[in-house]
């Protein structure tokens, strides 16, 4: 079992930049692909981002590539999101996801940090 917990969460305004963290415990998570998901309100979860285990790929939604990075540290058994040029629709509840063998990580989540962009 892999416990999440995600941290970093707040309100900024349009154009600014939060960076949220992801750490794991339980067991290590250097053989999983870790990611991040949102819901904001009344939509469904969507896909947000996710990095594979070697660090060597990730990817992104559309929605957020070019200011969205996605990071890890499997020593500190740690993810981050650094978000930039925050935009009103990226106001959602964050999620952390991992999944030991899919692409998209799905398998365990965070309880979820609340990221809200105002003008």
């Known amino acids: 079992q892999v416990q999440l917990v995600e941290s970093g969460g707040g309100a900024v305004k349009t154009g600014g930049s939060l960076r949220l963290s992801c750490a794991a415990s339980?067991?290590?998570?250097?053989?999983?692909?870790m990611g991040w998901f949102r819901q904001a309100p009344g939509k469904e979860r969507e896909f947000v981002a996710a990095?594979?285990?070697?660090?060597?790929?990730?990817y992104y939604a559309d929605s957020v590539k070019g200011r969205f990075t996605i990071s890890r540290d499997n020593a500190k058994n740690t993810v981050w999101l650094q978000m930039n040029s925050l935009k009103l629709e990226d106001t959602a509840v964050y999620y952390c996801?991992?999944?030991?063998?899919?692409?998209?990580?799905?398998?365990?989540w965070g309880q979820g940090t609340q990221v809200t962009v105002s003008s």
């Open positions: 996801a991992a999944d030991p063998n899919s692409n998209y990580p799905q398998a365990y």
């Open positions: 339980g067991r290590t998570i250097s053989t999983y692909t």
């Open positions: 990095i594979r285990r070697s660090s060597l790929m990730s």
